[in-house]
Every structure is written in structure tokens, then in C-alpha cells.
């Protein structure tokens, strides 16, 4: 026997010598059984271990001079593209310049005529197709009285019948059909506008706008400034042939503020750990409005909440993510990594026609509306100071995990010990009494 370290009086598991160790059918059993458990709740320790979890926090939104994309799909079936405005502002009224934007108006054919497309056109500044490129080079069209807009193609000068228009709007001058300007009847506007009254629209795209309060909305004619106020030049719209009537029905098929969440993510957010099943659904989508009114205004208060979402080892790249304002527009607010930075919003509606009146035919009476304003479909949204952060984390450390797979061997063989004992003990004491009743 080999001698006794200073340990030994330590040992606290003693060990029996194999002569004296019995081996039975029932503890056979009993260790099979554990190591099926065993190893049935050690996988289920590793896949928790393994899943990630995402936990919601709400924080006060400390940035600054940040942007925001919008993204829009809407088609009206009764107004021609030719008429139809898309202008953005801020929270001080003036428009944004310079916002960057890659939005596309496409021709629908009447509603008779099933609403298909007919071509679709990017709104650009100075598209091929308005170049007048078979003038003269010495050639500088004269521009109705009004000063020569300062984006003319050719300085001092409107060679087109689009930069005719736009230096009367930026005069403050209706400019109706065009009729005795020399670069509109060249190039037809009046023929082509005639020929659009039964036509619909779609206009579709994005916007990257300063992440302060502002509204954007889309109305007829062309718009300008008149002092403090914003107009637009609603001639060509009021004044229709006979048989044409204009109203702004519309269908919003996507309306959204930021990038979309895609679908692996929302479905973790709408799962059984997370069930937030509506979490970022856009309201407005599939929104249909009706009316036969050609004077008719629809606004929408939306209430914008800006929502993080932040997956494991976000850490490594989110230092300069917010200055990344010169992506490409639709892919800022998503990250390599997978982060992502949009929005949520909420909404309410209001629609009046433009004559005034009640809603007595809705069963409003006491409710009365004021006189005037501009027809279309304007979107006012309001910034929340709060924000809502999703952020991914392990739903366990890798010492919770080993501490609960020593757990759970432990705890499972001391139980089998002692239910192995039991079996024994029993299995012992009846063969006693079978031996005494003999």
C-alpha cells in the first residue's frame, strides 16, 4: 500500500475496493434512465444557452442633426401626373433644399381602361427629355415677363416650356395652358396635358429629409412662395374640359419612415419570447380614400417614434454609422452588421372639403368646417423625443451554462443514487421477509 499523503484525511469521496461492490439489474436500469435524462436536459441547457433574446428599452432620443428616409407608394386614379406636386418642409415652413430624393411618377391608364401602366419618369432637374437640344446654340427663349429661374439650363435665358413655368412660379404668376408662349406650343403642353385630363398617377420612391418636424404632401400645379405663405397654381386644375373632373381619391399602398425590417427579424419580434405581433407594422398601408369632390383636402398627423435595433456585436461598427449620411438613398439606416436605425409611427386622419360646410351626411352636424386651402394629400409627422431600443443579448453567459450543466449531472445522479438505493434496500428487505415466511 502506498503511504498516506497529507491529503488523504481530505478526501471527502471514500472509495470501496471491487469485491465489495454489488452490481444489479435494477441500478442497470436506473443508470440508463439517468443518462437518457442527463443528456436530455443538457441539450436543453445548450439551446438555451444558445438563444438570443431581445430586450425592449425606452431612452431619451439624444440625437442631433441626424436624417431620416421617407418611403412612399401612392396612386391616384384621377389626377394626371402632369398635374401633381410633391413638395417637403421643415417645422419653419420654408422647403428643404437639397434633400435627396429618387422619386418616380408613372402614367396610369383611366380606370375604364383597367389602370394599367403606361411609362413611368424619374423626377430629376433637367431631365433628357426636356433638353432642348434641337434649338439653335445662340438660341434664348424669353420667359413670359418674369425673371429667368436661377436653375435654367441656360443662364438668363427659358429654353424649355418647363423652365418657362417655373420662373412664374418663382414670380408668384399662374401660369394656366401656356397659351402665346412660344416654348409651349413648340412643344405641345397644352395638346399634351389634354390628352393626360383622364389618366392617373403613381408617384413612388424616397426622400431623405432633416429629422425635425415637417410635413410633406402632394397636391396640384406647380408651387411657390407668396410672402410667408405656400401656394400652388391650381388653374389647370379647376379649369378642365367638359367631361373631365379631377378628384384626389388615392390609395396609399406603403408608407414608411426609415428602412423596412426584414422578415427574419420581424418574425423573432413577433415570436412567443417577444410577442409584440404588430411590432413595427405601418398604418397607413392599404389605406383607400374616396370622394367625387374636386375641392377636397385629406391630412394625416403622423406621430414618429424612432426604434433601434441593435443584434449581438452591434458594438464593433456602430461608431461611424450616424455619419454615414451620404449613402445611397434606401440603404441608410441599415448597417453591415445588421443594425438598423428606422422609425414607427402612428397616425390620425382628417379629411374636409374645401367649400366648408358640416358633416351632416355623416351624422356630424355639430361639426363644421372653415373655407379654403389647397386640394391633395398632406402628411404632417411630429418627431417623438423618445426612443425605443431593441437590443439583442444572450439569454445566458457561457458560466451560467457551465454551472447549470454541473447542476444538472449532479443533481440528476444523486437522485438516481438514491432512488438506485431505495430499489436495493427494498429489493433486499422482501427476499428477508420471503425467507422468514418460508
Not at 392599404?286 to 452591434?314: A, C, H, R
Not at 379654403?372 to 439583442?392: A, L, Q, T, W
Not at 451554462?401 to 449531472?409: D, E, P, Q, T
Request: proline residues 4%; contains cysteine.
Amino acid at each position: 500500500m502506498p503511504p498516506k499523503s497529507r491529503f488523504t484525511r481530505l478526501d471527502a469521496f471514500t472509495k470501496t475496493v471491487e469485491d465489495a461492490r454489488i452490481r444489479t439489474t435494477s441500478g442497470g436500469i436506473v443508470t440508463i434512465v439517468s443518462l437518457v435524462v442527463v443528456f436530455f436536459l443538457a441539450w436543453g441547457e445548450w439551446a438555451d444557452y444558445r438563444r438570443v433574446e431581445v430586450h425592449p428599452e425606452l431612452v431619451v432620443d439624444k440625437g442631433r442633426g441626424e436624417r431620416m428616409e421617407i418611403h412612399l407608394n401612392i396612386t391616384f386614379p384621377r389626377v394626371p401626373c402632369e398635374l401633381l406636386t410633391l413638395d417637403v418642409m421643415d417645422v419653419s415652413g420654408e422647403q428643404q433644399h437639397g434633400v435627396q430624393h429618387g422619386v418616380t411618377k408613372t402614367r396610369l391608364r383611366p380606370l375604364a381602361e383597367g389602370g394599367g401602366d403606361i411609362d413611368s419618369k424619374a423626377l430629376a432637374l433637367h431631365a433628357d427629355d426636356e433638353k432642348a437640344t434641337h434649338l439653335d446654340p445662340t438660341y434664348c427663349g424669353a420667359c413670359g415677363g418674369a425673371n429667368p429661374p436661377s436653375n435654367a439650363q441656360k443662364q438668363g435665358c427659358c429654353n424649355t416650356c418647363d423652365e418657362v413655368r417655373e420662373a412664374y412660379a418663382q414670380a408668384g404668376w399662374a401660369f394656366g395652358r401656356g397659351d402665346g408662349i412660344e416654348q409651349c406650343e413648340r412643344e405641345h403642353f397644352a395638346e399634351k396635358l389634354d390628352e393626360q385630363r383622364h389618366e392617373g398617377c403613381r408617384i413612388e420612391g424616397g426622400l431623405r429629409v432633416n429629422k425635425v418636424v415637417g410635413n410633406f404632401h402632394i397636391a396640384p400645379g406647380r408651387s411657390f412662395s407668396n410672402g410667408n405663405m405656400h401656394v400652388h397654381d391650381l388653374k389647370n386644375y379647376w379649369e378642365v374640359p367638359a367631361g373631365v373632373k379631377h378628384s384626389f381619391t388615392h390609395t396609399i399602398h406603403h408608407l414608411r419612415f426609415g428602412p423596412q425590417l426584414p422578415d427574419n427579424l420581424h418574425k423573432k419580434l413577433g415570436s412567443r419570447s417577444f410577442p409584440l405581433t404588430s411590432h413595427h407594422l405601418n398604418p397607413l398601408d392599404g389605406t383607400l380614400q374616396e370622394t367625387d369632390d374636386t375641392n377636397y383636402n385629406y391630412m394625416y398627423f403622423v406621430k414618429i417614434v424612432p426604434t433601434s435595433y441593435l443584434p449581438l456585436g452591434w458594438e464593433r461598427t456602430w461608431a461611424g454609422f450616424r455619419d454615414q449620411h451620404h449613402a445611397e438613398l434606401g440603404s441608410f439606416g441599415a448597417s453591415a452588421d445588421g443594425s438598423i436605425e428606422t422609425h414607427q409611427y402612428s397616425v390620425t386622419s382628417h379629411k374636409r372639403s374645401l367649400t366648408g360646410g358640416d358633416d351632416a351626411a355623416e351624422g356630424h352636424q355639430e361639426r363644421l368646417h372653415a373655407r379654403g386651402g389647397i386640394p391633395g394629400v398632406f402628411f404632417s409627422y411630429d418627431i417623438s423625443p423618445m426612443k425605443v431600443i431593441n437590443r439583442e443579448e444572450k439569454a445566458k453567459s457561457f458560466l451560467g451554462f457551465l454551472a447549470g450543466l454541473c447542476s444538472i449531472v449532479g443533481g440528476t445522479l444523486t437522485v438516481a443514487a438514491a432512488v438506485d438505493r431505495a430499489l436495493f434496500e427494498g429489493g433486499v428487505r422482501l427476499k428477508k421477509l420471503r425467507a422468514k415466511d418460508l
